[in-house]
């Protein structure tokens, strides 16, 4: 729900790589197991796509659930 307030968290709905930035382009810095929970503290879109961002790590948020 775009409308929570921030931060909220999350768990993820499958294995769910974890990213350096806002974008499949860049690096994965490791991967989160289906049912992780995840903070959101910042939301960043790029084109349709809405992502995460817990500190360093970036995460499509299309991929998860808000708990």
Do not use: H, M
């Not at 929570?4 to 930035?21: A, C, E, F, H, M």
């Not at 499509?60 to 659930?65: A, F, P, T, W």
């Amino acid at each position: 729900n775009s409308g929570s307030s921030l931060p909220y968290k999350v768990k993820t709905k499958q294995d769910l790589n974890i990213r350096s930035g806002p974008a499949v382009t860049f690096p994965k810095i490791r991967v989160a197991k289906k049912g992780e929970i995840l903070t959101v503290w910042a939301i960043e879109t790029n084109g349709s796509t809405k992502w995460g961002k817990n500190g360093k790590e970036y995460f499509s948020l299309s991929y998860c659930d808000v708990v």
